[in-house]
């Protein structure tokens, strides 16, 4: 499977700023996808973040909160704008590898936002 | 778009018993079904899956069922042990069209020693 590296890990900010989070796979992989955690729930997918075009995001998630970049088949970026203390959550990214049937995630960022 | 349904929400089991925990799933198109295991403070991982033309898998004490008729899949724990107390998330997946995953609310399962 793809190795994930998230970053940063955590991070406590203030309200009004804004938190970039990237990740990076040690293979190429044509989707990415970003997941919010919130405490105590399952994964909701913010958006799916393909190289070249943009980011397609789910119901309730804009452009405007959370900008995606994806420059190559390797690296993606989510940021989170404008924070409220509603963003503190965890964010992950996840990507499927072409002929393994499966999907690895990034080990996450923790964000607190005061 | 694909809702997936999981229950319990929390189960306890005694050491060496087996646990089921279940989900349904809405979109009769999703054909990939995955298990997920979180321990506190690490990110999901993979533990198990089955696609939509098989009916049952198995990897040592665990096995998912899938009756694809009912839409619904199951996860099976035998001989539990401490180490797989953790929330335990289903998914679904449609793929060859709107790929991605679509997950359960969680099963926080715990291991009574």
């Known amino acids: 499977s793809a190795v994930i590296s998230q970053k940063p890990s955590r991070d406590i900010c203030q309200r009004g700023t804004s938190l970039t989070i990237q990740c990076q796979v040690d293979?190429?992989?044509?989707?990415m996808f970003w997941y919010r955690q919130q405490p105590g729930q399952s994964l909701t997918l913010i958006a799916t973040a393909n190289q070249g075009s943009e980011a397609t995001y789910e119901s309730g998630f804009v452009i405007d909160k959370f900008p995606i970049s994806r420059p190559n088949l390797t690296f993606s970026t989510l940021t989170v704008s404008n924070m409220s203390p509603e963003d503190s959550s965890i964010y992950l990214c996840?990507?499927?590898?072409?002929?393994?049937?499966?999907?690895?995630f990034g080990s996450g960022t923790r964000l607190t936002v005061v | 778009g694909e809702n997936v349904e999981q229950h319990p929400s929390t189960l306890s089991v005694q050491e060496g018993d087996s646990a089921v925990i279940k989900c349904t799933y809405s979109d009769s198109a999703s054909n990939y079904f995955p298990w997920y295991k979180q321990e506190l403070g690490k990110r999901p991982q993979l533990i198990i899956d089955i696609r939509s033309n098989v009916g049952e898998k198995k990897d040592q004490r665990i096995a998912v069922t899938l009756n694809k008729t009912a839409k619904h899949f199951s996860l099976h724990i035998t001989e539990t042990q401490p180490e797989d107390s953790a929330v335990y998330f289903c998914?679904?997946?449609?793929?060859?069209?709107?790929?991605?995953?679509?997950f359960g609310t969680g099963t926080r399962l715990t291991i009574i020693p």
């Open positions: 998914a679904a997946h449609f793929r060859g069209g709107n790929e991605k995953l679509t």
């Open positions: 293979s190429q992989v044509t989707m």
């Open positions: 996840s990507v499927e590898v072409p002929g393994y049937y499966g999907y690895t």
